[in-house]
């Protein structure tokens, strides 16, 4: 069984910083793309951005220049360095990740989400 774990979320006033970590752990082969979402309540889920193995990046226009994706293959984990926040940024982070728990065997994975809240 996978997990994905989140953490880093908060209160930070406008203009702030925040980092964000997601850490897979259990039955892991092998990681695809790792990325983050956000959602609000009664909102859709939105694409933020997402890395690949190679560390290749792609950022939402919302974001861009502002966040920055990475991840550390060693430690399964993948992190969001989020700058310059802005109110619209409040919202439930999620980490998702494209896993194999067997050769080939890929599956999508999402954490539970951590709330990122900014003050104006």
Not at 108 to 115: D, I, M, R, S
């Amino acid at each position: 069984q996978v997990q994905l774990v989140e953490s880093g979320g908060g209160l930070v006033q406008a203009g702030g910083s925040l980092r964000l970590s997601c850490a897979a752990s259990g039955s892991i082969f092998s990681i695809n793309a790792m990325g983050w979402y956000r959602q609000a309540p009664g909102k859709q889920r939105e694409w933020v951005a997402s890395i690949t193995p190679g560390g290749s990046t792609n950022y939402a226009d919302s974001v861009k220049g502002r966040f920055t994706i990475s991840r550390d293959n060693a430690k399964n984990t993948v992190y969001l360095q989020m700058n310059s926040l802005r109110p619209e940024d409040t919202d439930v982070y999620l980490c998702n990740a494209v896993i194999a728990s067997r050769p080939a065997y890929f599956m999508n994975y999402w954490g539970k989400g951590t709330l990122v809240t900014v003050s104006s």
